[in-house]
């Protein structure tokens, strides 16, 4: 009933569109910052770790993840995308106001929480509104126009930063902020399926009441839906959910490893960050529209073995650096927009942000431990070897991905 309700409304579709561009205006604001912040801090204050003032936003990501999920669940998705683009108003005076670095940091991670509720609170909601047989293809969609904004931001802000300096970035970040929230208006405060989740819980509540009066006594000390005040771990730890955010892990500690010790091994890693990144919105892309017709189970198992085998070929034939960005992209392309589908299919909507904020955090402490953490082992192993072993990594973990996901995903 829920899925023709949703399938036949034109708002959909408007919905769809408006979570899609805010997302893309959203992260062309995020990574605005990127070939600039370091410039700046640098310019502004010597002697500084830019390391500790860029990477600030990532605790307020990993830190943060929670919390926002428990208000997603309990003030509802459209409030925290309210949230997320209000932190902004005020990070972005502190860019340009902070006296020293300290205050930098603090505004890296209000940021940083500010991108933790905007894009949690997007992925949820997107899953509410389209149709389950439409997740796959839309979450595609959603993954392609974060990795366009990860692609135009940068241009973006470096060509502001060297014609009229630091105050025009900001402004245009105010802008996008300001265009990002436009976005959001026609979105629903209360969608079909929450709608239905409440008259079910509501029914349901009534059935045991009727039942017995033990029942009753615990709807009026608020023990009849514990899955709304307890943290949902029996959900997070077990399959599906368990292993798709294991997967993603690993598959964004691949990256973060990419992103940091790339550039010290090979002199042309522009070309593979910007052809992977190309590559992986035609797999998103391609998703979207064909997604639900291929087994998750191949479609993730390829992926981290994709991912895997770019990272080998870096290591052993760096001339071909152009074939194994496509391969890598191919990869890191396919893996986010099907694990959260799955993810989708097993998170009850009312712990689905809460679930949704775990899956996200995956995301955010692989890409921290594939710098911070793969920085000792870089100490000791030439960077050829260390590649060789994470893609040796990736190649492992297809297998098991293969063999888990064969088990049957049951949708909610």
């Not at 368990?242 to 500690?253: E, H, K, P, Q, Y």
């Not at 992977?276 to 919105?281: D, E, G, S, T, W």
């Not at 998750?296 to 390829?302: A, D, Q, T």
Request: net charge positive; aromatic share 12%.
């Amino acid at each position: 009933m829920l899925n023709r309700l949703t399938e036949s409304s034109p708002k959909t579709w408007l919905w769809s569109f408006c979570i899609c561009a805010g997302m893309l205006v959203y992260f062309t604001q995020v990574t605005v910052l990127f070939p600039v912040l370091p410039l700046y801090v640098t310019q502004r204050w010597q002697d500084v770790g830019v390391g500790f003032v860029v990477g600030a936003m990532a605790a307020g990501l990993l830190l943060f993840r929670p919390l926002i999920g428990w208000l997603i669940d309990h003030w509802g998705r459209k409030p925290v995308l309210w949230l997320g683009l209000g932190l902004m108003v005020v990070v972005l005076p502190l860019y340009g106001w902070s006296p020293d670095p300290t205050w930098l940091m603090g505004a890296r991670v209000l940021h940083g929480i500010s991108q933790a509720a905007f894009a949690t609170a997007s992925q949820t909601l997107l899953v509410d509104v389209v149709p389950t047989h439409r997740r796959t293809a839309l979450l595609g969609y959603l993954a392609m126009s974060n990795t366009i904004g990860f692609s135009l931001g940068p241009m973006l802000g470096a060509i502001a930063f060297a014609h009229a300096g630091f105050v025009p970035v900001i402004g245009a970040m105010a802008g996008l902020t300001l265009l990002g929230f436009v976005l959001t208006l026609p979105l629903p405060w209360k969608t079909a399926a929450s709608s239905e989740a409440s008259s079910a819980a509501v029914s349901n509540k009534s059935s045991k009441s009727s039942r017995s009066s033990k029942s009753s006594r615990s709807s009026k000390s608020g023990e009849l839906a514990p899955e709304k005040a307890a943290f949902p771990w029996n959900v997070i730890l077990q399959f599906p959910v368990r292993d798709a955010t294991l997967l993603f892990f690993t598959g964004s500690f691949l990256h973060g490893a990419v992103v940091t010790f790339l550039p010290l091994l090979v002199s042309n890693a522009a070309v593979f960050y910007s052809l992977n990144a190309l590559v992986a919105v035609l797999v998103r892309f391609a998703l979207g529209r064909w997604g639900n017709r291929v087994s998750p189970r191949w479609v993730v198992s390829v992926g981290i073995l994709c991912s895997g085998i770019g990272l080998v070929g870096v290591a052993i034939a760096p001339t071909f650096l152009i074939l194994w960005s496509v391969v890598y992209g191919l990869g890191f392309g396919s893996l986010f927009p099907v694990l959260s589908s799955i993810v989708s299919f097993a998170a009850p909507l009312t712990v689905r942000g809460r679930v949704y904020s775990v899956f996200l955090a995956g995301f955010d402490s692989g890409m921290t431990l594939g710098g911070a953490g793969v920085q000792p082992l870089s100490q000791i192993f030439p960077l050829s070897v260390l590649f060789l072993m994470l893609g040796g990594l990736g190649c492992s973990i297809s297998g098991l991905a293969f063999r888990q996901f064969s088990r049957p995903i049951e949708r909610i």
